[in-house]
């Protein structure tokens, strides 16, 4: 019995993609990978995001708005101009197209995760996900993307919104609408956004 395996082998060697990172992004690799892609409950994914919810969480980070410390410590080696440039680098790499679904799109929607996420509860004040992430939670702007990423991530991060622990959006929009949530739901949120690949 003969087995063919295809090796998944990049264009470029490790050292020769390393010099295509700027100096200032270099501190960031070990965690979210060299193209941004995240590497599972070690650090999320940064592809996809944009230059501005990068830059900004950068700076919350630095301002302790976002409670980590280890990314507090990263957080404060990027300064100045060099935040733009790590953003910029990270909000440039490629994410893998999927089909958008768009709010409306389905009417009757059983699972949980996918009905908070096309409909929200209106009668406990929580709007759709994709009303503010965009059509499959792609992201836009400051809203950042949630197809995709690392389900841990996602849910620690809807936890710490609940706690209070994280911070920094305007009016705490996302603090409220944590808070609402309960378990199960937080769990099914997290586990449809990042199977969105």
């Not at 082998?9 to 993609?17: F, R, T, W, Y």
């Not at 949980?112 to 503010?132: F, H, M, N, V």
């Not at 705490?172 to 949530?181: E, F, P, W």
């Given at each position: ?21 700027p100096a200032a992004a270099q501190v960031c690799l070990s965690c979210h990978g060299v193209n ?122 809807l936890l710490a919104w609940q706690s209070g622990t994280r911070k920094g959006d305007v009016d ?10 309960t378990a199960a739901e937080i769990d099914a949120l997290t586990q449809y956004f990042s199977a969105?690949?």
């Open positions: 019995m003969s087995f063919s395996v295809m090796a998944n082998i990049p264009d470029e060697s490790p050292k020769e993609l390393l010099q295509t990172v941004g892609e995240g590497l599972g409950v070690v650090g999320p994914r940064l592809a996809g995001l944009s230059s501005e919810y990068i830059a900004a969480q950068v700076s919350h980070f630095q301002t302790g708005f976002r409670q980590n410390p280890t990314m507090m410590a990263m957080a404060m080696t990027v300064q100045g101009d060099n935040i733009k440039v790590v953003s910029d680098f990270f909000a440039a790499k490629p994410v893998a197209e999927i089909k958008l679904q768009y709010r409306g799109d389905k009417v009757v929607i059983d699972d949980i995760g996918e009905k908070l996420a096309y409909q929200g509860d209106w009668q406990r004040d929580i709007p759709a996900c994709t009303s503010c992430h965009g059509p499959s939670g792609i992201g836009a702007g400051q809203f950042p993307r949630l197809a995709g990423q690392e389900p841990n991530y996602l849910k620690n991060q705490n929009m996302m603090g409220s609408i944590a808070k609402k949530l969105q690949k």
